[in-house]
């Protein structure tokens, strides 16, 4: 009833997961500035984009990608420039301490949004849910729980791993509290580098 080389599969993404990546930086710099539980609304805007990625290529759009490779150039520029665009933002506000009330939070919605977009359009992404992902569904009855069942461990995974890297920042940035414009200084330097490697990255389907 498991899918195809499914314990593969956990093993290729729990590497993924612990190697630190755009969306690691990203929630890791949120939970700093931010604070741990509002940084979670940029983990969930992650695996909301790759729940949708994923919906996307049962729905045949990696044949489309594939026909189409420039559809990456695409994504990596979107993607790119908005980590660039976080990071901008990032050298404009202070840290939020407990001693410092003064400074608004960023909404939820706007959390979420970081995450979303960021992911949905990572090349390194896209690659993956149409090389590799589509290789671990075999065609047959049970096709749909299958993929409900990779779809599911992949997002629970990630989640998981986020909540991780989110809480040790969080716990970093106490250490640091005193030095709020060091770490938005220090997450607005990574994210733009970031940004620079992916929009540098040459896409190979």
């Known amino acids: 009833m ?31 500035n931010y604070g741990f539980f509002r940084s979670l609304w940029t983990g969930i805007g992650d695996i909301s984009a790759n729940g949708i990625q994923m919906i ?4 045949g759009i990696s044949t489309l990608i594939k026909a189409y490779p420039a559809i990456l150039d695409v994504f990596k520029y979107v993607g790119g420039f908005y980590l660039m665009y976080i990071a901008f933002k990032f050298f404009f506000i202070k840290t939020i301490t407990q001693n410092d009330k003064s400074q608004p939070f960023r909404s939820y919605k706007d959390l979420f949004k970081d995450g979303f977009i960021s992911a949905f359009f990572s090349p390194s992404a896209i690659v993956f849910f149409v090389v590799i992902f589509p290789t671990f569904l075999v065609p047959g009855d049970y096709l749909i729980i299958h993929f409900s069942i990779l779809m599911t461990t992949h997002m629970f995974l990630d989640f998981f791993f986020l909540i991780i890297y989110a809480g040790v920042a969080n716990k970093i940035a106490v250490f ?8 938005t200084r220090i997450s607005g330097v990574v994210l733009f580098l970031i940004g620079i490697k992916i929009l540098l990255t040459k896409n190979h389907i």
Request: proline share 9%.
């Open 176 to 183: 640091l509290k005193n030095y709020p414009n060091f770490i």
């Open 2 to 32: 498991l899918p195809n080389n499914y314990w593969l599969f956990i093993q290729i993404i729990t590497i993924l997961f612990v190697t630190p990546g755009p969306q690691r930086v990203l929630i890791i710099s949120n939970s700093m």
């Open 56 to 59: 996307l290529v049962m729905f």
